[in-house]
């Protein structure tokens, strides 16, 4: 089957391009890219005049709760919600039930996703056994099963020779050790940002050094052991300062934030907000600012969304028992688009850190629409104006902080393999 997009302006920073052209799809993959081309006999048609046409989005960091949590999400129901968002591939993080500390749970995962989901999903597997964070799971079986990086996301590897080891060995076997950095101690009974919000609520508060200590000793051990580390949703001013100087050593280190670092404050949580409630939590206005700065700098080298579905009767409770995560596959884009308008990043910019340096980071083999690859294409209208609610979003979950407001951008085509698989709102 053949299909061609037609007269959109199309952004590949793999390739800098960056002009109104077309593009033919012939078996699932790119087939061409030109000014004025013919539709082959046959072929369907996508009008993308008016609209971006990019690399398929994405995302490094999801949670599809799939095995063990189905009723907050599914691969079905996460890939629907992921294409929604114009996203193409996804990477799971491992703390399923079971986890991914093994083979058998990693094939579950590829092989449902092949059978049934609607984009690309690449399992992330354990740094640890369990992750109990006291010894190392089997890496290489975990690569060979089709994980493309190795983290006890959701928890820190407190033992810092045995994230040592982790490095070293992921390194030899050539697969990125992926860090939430969080020193537990800091963080005690905290439940939001440590600040002049949480003491006006009366909530115990986190303090950005519990972050920040944390991915100190990851630099480090990643300088320390010239292995390459990457660094999970960074919320902190003094997060981006770490990186970007540890960066200017030449540290083998690379991180992401998700847009609700970019775009909230603690301020959210007001109200006693439990879809405000994350890990690390929102922080201040100055935070804010530092995150976009690190993103326009190249300190920050993704946008992620770490969509962390959960039911509303673990949101609807008391803000101290409410589960940490928000979901956001579907408001990834809009949200990132401001930092476009806002002139934090050119369009070329923005999807670099949302589809090309992703696929790059771990060997993904997506994030560019290079004839011969496989064809999967974004088509973003950058108009499209749609209100956040419940029935809006296609995963199984809703908590979400924007519901209620409205939205500029969204997916108006999302392709994968050549196929149609969403087409707008």
């Known amino acids: ?34 000014k004025g081309l013919a539709a082959p006999s046959g072929s369907e048609i996508v009008d ?22 189905e009723y907050k999400e599914d691969i079905v129901s996460g890939t629907t919600s992921a294409v929604a968002g114009g996203f193409t591939s996804v990477c799971c993080m491992p703390n399923t039930n079971p986890v991914i500390d093994n083979k058998s749970v990693a094939t579950y995962i590829t092989s449902k996703a092949k059978a049934e989901g609607l984009c690309n999903v690449f399992p992330i597997g354990t740094i640890t056994q369990g992750m109990h964070g006291e010894r190392m799971s089997e890496m290489g079986e975990l690569k060979e099963a089709g994980c493309v990086a190795v983290s006890d996301d959701g928890k820190p590897v407190k033992n810092p020779e045995l994230m040592r080891r982790a490095l070293q060995y992921a390194a030899g076997i050539g697969i990125m050790v992926v860090s939430h950095s969080e020193e537990l ?31 100190a000793r990851e630099a480090l051990l990643s300088e320390y052991t010239n292995a390459p580390i990457h660094i999970c949703h960074v919320s902190s001013k003094g997060s981006v300062r770490i990186i970007r100087d540890a960066k200017a050593r030449g540290v083998k280190i690379t991180c992401e934030t998700a847009p609700h670092y970019f775009s909230l404050t ?21 935070d804010v600012s530092a995150i976009k700065a690190g993103l326009k700098d190249g300190t920050i080298d993704c946008i992620a969304t770490d969509h962390a ?96 407001e409205l ?9 994968v393999a050549g196929k149609v698989v969403f087409s707008g709102r």
């Open 266 to 286: 603690d301020d959210a949580v007001r109200g006693y907000n439990t879809n405000a409630k994350m890990n690390p939590p929102l922080r201040e206005a100055e």
């Open 1 to 34: 089957m053949s299909l061609i997009i037609k007269g959109g302006r199309v952004v590949d920073p793999s390739q800098g391009v960056d002009d109104i052209l077309d593009i033919v799809v012939d078996n699932g993959k790119i087939k061409e890219i030109g």
């Open 309 to 404: 579905p959960h039911h509303l009767d673990e949101k609807d409770v008391e803000f101290n028992e409410a589960m940490n995560g928000i979901v956001g596959l579907e408001t990834a884009l809009p949200l990132s688009l401001k930092l476009v308008d806002e002139g934090i990043l050119t369009l070329p910019e923005m999807i670099d850190k949302m589809s090309c340096r992703p696929s790059a980071l771990l060997g993904l083999e997506r994030g560019t629409l290079k004839p011969g690859t496989a064809a999967d294409i974004t088509v973003i209208d950058p108009e499209k104006r749609w209100t956040v609610t419940e029935e809006a979003l296609h995963s199984k979950s809703k908590n979400s902080p924007w519901l209620g």
């Open 48 to 69: 993308a005049a008016g609209k971006y046409v990019v690399p398929g989005l994405v995302d490094i960091h999801v949670h599809f709760r799939d095995p063990g949590q």
């Open 407 to 415: 939205m500029t951008g969204a997916a108006a085509c999302t392709i």
């Open 185 to 215: 101690e800091l963080v005690g009974e905290g439940v939001m940002n440590e600040g002049f919000t949480s003491t006006e609520l009366g909530l115990k508060g986190i303090p950005r050094i519990a972050e920040e200590v944390a991915i």
